[in-house]
């Protein structure tokens, strides 16, 4: 069996609507997301069992490979298939931050299902996959898929968003991690948002989805900002790029982006943020389906 990999892309949410807490526990949601071309990246090779190996700019802020998101899915595959264990060897280059909004940890799950079902030829269809995909959260089946969709209900109710344009862009973390529990604790002590899905914009032309997104919001910005004011400093950092159209941060945080009229613009930008800010992480991207399998 030859070595596999793939990327597992970034996802944000560029809006993000959020209900009051549940009697289980969950919050009703409903958000846009868009998937990066850039994340991560989780490759498999034969082995005698389950492994991993933790390499990339990210690694060292990962806890111990036991608790990753990766070898929660791979033993739920296990499980399923009615294996002891799996004869792979994970490697994950852990390139975006962690506890960043992103999604990074389930995305690299998905990845790794992806990987395996190929690796040791399982043919599982895609909906088994997604299946599996739940043991790691709610984001789960989402960052399985890796295209852009309408999520809602706790984030298990997935719709396409196949007219959802592809934006140059830029994602900006100011160096600093975001709880999503403490963010969301935060959001209960004054929950001001609801779970609506606001109707699509009139059009998908650049500048209908702009105004559109203005008439939406982030209902846990506020409380993440309230518990890591740089993240405030990175909203108006992004906002003061030339050519900068929208920004807003994803999910819990503490990564925000921007979305640009231009590829070069968004380059631009995310040379001088580096530059500009040494405790912070920025990349130019594109947002939209864009990611791929290498």
């Not at 799950?109 to 088994?128: F, T, Y």
């Not at 996959?129 to 969709?149: H, Q, T």
Request: glycine share 10%.
């Amino acid at each position: 069996m030859a070595i596999l990999s793939r990327l597992a892309p970034a996802k944000v949410n560029l809006f993000l609507h959020v209900g009051a807490v549940q009697p289980d526990g969950y919050h009703p949601l409903s958000s846009l997301v868009a998937f990066a071309d850039v994340g991560d990246v989780v490759s498999i090779a034969p082995a005698d069992r389950l492994g991993l190996t933790l390499t990339g700019p990210f690694a060292a802020d990962l806890d111990g490979a036991g608790d990753n998101l990766i070898v929660k899915a791979l033993r739920a595959l296990a499980a399923d298939q009615g294996l002891p264990d799996l004869p792979l060897h994970v490697t994950l280059d852990k390139r975006l931050p962690i506890a960043a909004g992103l999604g990074g940890g389930s995305s690299d799950a998905g990845a790794a299902l992806h990987l395996a079902n190929a690796a040791l030829e399982l043919d599982l269809p895609a909906a088994a996959l997604e299946d599996l995909s739940r043991v790691v959260g709610a984001d789960g089946p989402i960052c399985l898929r890796a295209r852009s969709a309408w999520a809602e209900g706790v984030g298990e109710r997935l719709s396409e968003a196949p007219d959802l344009p592809a934006f140059p862009a830029v994602l900006y973390n100011p160096g600093r991690p975001s709880s999503t529990g403490a963010v969301y604790r935060a959001y209960d002590d004054d929950p001001r948002g609801d779970a609506g899905r606001p109707a699509p914009p009139r059009d998908w032309s650049d500048d209908a989805v702009f105004a559109w997104l203005a008439t939406t919001r982030n209902d846990l910005q506020a409380p993440a900002v309230r518990l890591e004011p740089a993240i405030a400093d990175a909203l108006d950092a992004v906002a003061a790029q030339p050519g900068v159209r929208f920004v807003r941060m994803s999910g819990s945080g503490a990564t925000v982006f921007g979305l640009f009229e231009t590829t070069q613009a968004a380059s631009s930008a995310a040379d001088k943020l580096r530059s500009k800010n040494g405790a912070g992480w920025a990349v130019a991207t594109l947002l939209g389906d864009n990611a791929t399998s290498s």
